[in-house]
């Protein structure tokens, strides 16, 4: 099997105890026995989990025959200081028993109590005993010596077991644990039957049978079903303080046992909850079994214990193979280690207590760390809008509920491929009957139909089809007609996908990420290291901090995404890559993702802009059209912050209509060179990159080319920020195509999208903080909470700490908020930090050279991130503000290919040496205190040979990654981990040497942060202050969301202000309106229902519900909106009358005519 013969053998003859000593090693071994069936002992999971325990240095494991264990008594079986033994079909656990009494082993797990797992009843009454939850059961013995144990009463759906009653749905399972024929009972109403589960055979774990009665041999307990949502939680611990969980699909469900392309059963990772890790523990200690699987029911909110399997490992997982081992090897060692007189002391895991250097040199405990990540790449954003009044499309909006906001969105794969029917129909008809009454336009319903026949499937994550209800329909400035009629403002979006670089991009960074916490430094895998086995993404008993400190209850984590499919894609990935799942994303984004956006944290209406915004936009849209080169005045009303990102784009611009004309000839001559190429039958059917055709690709830039110059010959600066998504997209994915000028359409194009995107956000200071706060505050207040160490919901992360012995610090917990969203939040949130006054940059140095560093940062990229990490001095007064310790940090993300070379240069994670970095760093302000430490001298004598993958360049035809190999010389007044990771991040040695502070910190050289650099194609994390406290930014983050809610109440109170009163009310009433005689019209024309009293009962509550309106008067206001809204409430108005007097004369509910006509 691959293993070294000198730390792990078969044990083919007896152990003999006369062995020669010039064959043993010069220092006592510790011997590990492991007793089993050989199937179990040859498992893959067990070989993999034994190559890391060897590695230990005073442990040898010995494997015993399966001959020897069946055939000779146990006098004769090899020895062993700690025997791993468990019991499985045709073990002979009592020879097991009679040789650990012989022998007197360590047990890894508990033999006595093996004959108890082996029975359910005693699986069940341990599990009470300790008051862990289990579904309500009663025990049916079918033993004569028992015969109140045996009394059973069948009922047409229900069972009554010994006076308790299970009505159907129940299970019944036998007594025996070796018996797998679990049955489940459906009752009449849902079809009767029983689903019946047995061991997996093939790809099935069970079959329906339409047999309802219950089996008449045999001992079952009989239990209450409960509803899991078609899910399973398996539970492994490793003692009491470690518990990895996965979960399945139920194989109640239809029994169809999902699997991988490797044909193994899948399984999704999950988190623990509190309760859930406490339950773990329970079980681990009641059973006296280390190594120990159990089954919990996840249902109406609580989770039950239903199984206890004993000894079983993880499949597939290599962390948990990591993980495994070194728990065992370190109990084994401390143990046997004394008493053996071996020289080993009990290692203080970096984890434990979560002691880090901070970037400036201090040593504090981490206490929590909030990053928010903007997504990765993606594919263009598209969109297209038309009016619809069809009834088809009416009948859909009602269908999903859509007059209850007035919108409605639809990405459920059904909810797509009802609105792709109706569009095949519609299109259709035009085809028969070119006079039919079908307003709608052919072209975008073609356009609709092509979209969403696209990929050949839906998703449900990369295309999403919004409805929005016009009273009057679309308002056209040409036409004052009244009475149009209603209609539905359909928006198609598609695009905006997260590509598989992306992907890379964010599980990569994840990856990185771990480097962060406590005990991560040392869990990088070397560079030239490939082998998951010798080293692994998780192994090196050392390191990986993150996932230990995950595993054993002490990470906090929650993870947040707003609700677009690329940003929740992004999380999931970067999720992946954190904790070192496995898999597919799909699954760890609906075990660990939450989806944020019920309380507008990380989501954003783009059809609700503030006043403000428009008037920005305004502002831009009106420079933007001077025909003449950029002024003083225009400098100064483009850029009054003087940020050199847009000076430096306004130099390149000049004259922004002449830049906008070459970039429509652009886009003119790049459309053209398309269609030649799908002339071209060579390259007609040539794949672009995700799958794309050029058809697509020539539909993407032919709508932009129309909709960017206008019909009056003006430009839609609105579209600048497509062209540059596009352009960069091509660029950096479609380069193989050798189109030309490219690289001059994406320097003009990103020279205007550098002014247009992040001016959008506001142009004055005043501007970005209003604007930012409309779209942060509940952001900003979250972030504040997640601060708070002593927040409410916090604590049902904590452990018990009646239960916390062999933790060191049950009550340390690393609390980690992951919040992924889009630009426009990564925008807002920096505005904030930069312009809100955190801190005054004429007052400190490091604030102003992080200010002059955001200036010259010109764009916000996928992957963007800002990092607030809390720290802890444990040696400070609790009351004192230097207890708490605050960073802030920041990337902008992903490098962009062409022109990287001007890219700026921030000052690292850690102040860099003015040696080092020369004039760049001759001033450092409050940094200057730390240029005493000495470097590391440590230094590699020979050339640096680095074999890095690039997730990034893959090859064109074949998908494959190609190698690049560089061989450097390192500088010899440089740490090699600090050179390595400076090297990785920047590819070329463009960024300086980052000097290491702490020399007796030598096993942590680099504390991880330029681990975060790791990821080549990304920004390394710079940091932008490493000297705040908590106090301040909490003050900070008030302040802001105080002030905001100042800006509304002044908004709301200001003279000529108070129509946002009106609009606000208008609205409210407007929608419930829209409600209440959408039902009305419902009732009275188009339900089937005749039912006297639930019609009754309808009407009531929609008179109820009108009369409950108030009534809007006509008030004289120029607001145009206003008078909109008053027009459209005047209608709803005439509409609910017109509905009731039509109730009034219908023939039935003759009998609440006077009581509902008093009330109309």
Known sequence: RGLDCRDMRN???????EEDDDNLSSERQIVVGICSMMKKSNSKPMTQIMERLCKFEYITVVIFPEDVILNEPVEKWPLCDCLISFHSKGFPLDKAVSYAKLRNP????DLHMQYFIQDRREVYRILQEEGIDLPRYAVLNRDPDRPKECNLVEGEDHVEVNGEVFHKPFVEKPVSAEDHNVYIYYPTPAGGGSQRLFRKIGSRSSVYSPESAVRKTGSYIYEEFMPTDGTDVKVYTVGPDYAHAEARKSPALDGKVERDSEGKEIRYPVMLTAMEKLVAR???LAFKQTVCGFDLLRANGHSFVCDVNGFSFVKNSMKYYDDCAKVLGNMVMRELAPQLHIPWSIPMEAEDIPIVPTTSGTMMELRCVIAVIRHGDRTPKQKMKMEVRNALFFDLFEKYGGYK???????????LQEVLDIARQLLSELGQHNDCEIEEKKSKLEQLKTVLEMYGHFSGINRKVQLTYLPNGQLKASSEEEGVGPSLLLVLKWGGELTPAGRVQAEELGRAFRCMYPGGQDSCRPLDCESPIDCGDYAGFPGCGLLRLHSTYRHDLKIYASDEGRVQMTAAAFAKGLLALEGEL???LVQMVKSANMNGLLDSDSDSLTDCQQRVKARLHDIMQKDQDFTEEDYQKLAPTSSPSLLNSMKIIQNPVRTCDKVYALIQSLTRQIRSRLEDPKSASLQLYHSETLELMLQRWSKLERDFRMKNGRYDISKIPDIYDCIKYDTQHNSSLGLEDTLELFRLSRALADIIIPQEYGISKLEKLDIASAYCLPLFRKIQLDLQRTHEDEAVNKLHPLYSRGVMSP?????????????????SLLSIFRYGGLLNEGKDEQWKQAMDYLSAVTELNYMTQIVIMLYEDNNKDPSSEERFHVELHFSPGVKVCPDEENAPMGFGFRPASAKVCGSLCTDLGSLEDLSKDEPDHTALTEPLSIHRKSPLLANRKAGSMEVRTFSLH?????????????FISSELLSMPAIKRFSVSYARHPTNGFEGCSMVPSIYPLETLHNSLSLKQVDEFLSKVCESRNETLTKTMNQPGSESLNVIIECRQAILQRWKYVDLLNYLICGSNDRHELKRTHRFRVVVDGLT?????????MENEEISDLVLINRHLVLQSQHALLHFMNSSYLSGMKLTIGMQC
């Open 11 to 17: 044990a083919s003859d007896p152990y003999d105890e």
């Open 106 to 109: 360590l047990l890894i797990n």
């Open 282 to 284: 329970k079980v681990c």
């Open 405 to 415: 906001s007035g919108k409605l969105k639809l990405k459920k794969p059904k909810q």
């Open 586 to 588: 799909t699954p760890i």
């Open 811 to 827: 009550g340390r917990h690393v609390r980690t908020r992951l919040y992924f969203t889009s630009e426009s939040h990564v925008h």
């Open 970 to 982: 390192m500088p010899r007044n440089c740490s090699s981990l600090t050179w390595l990771a400076s």
């Open 1108 to 1116: 409950g309106v108030s009534e809007m008067t006509s008030t004289e």
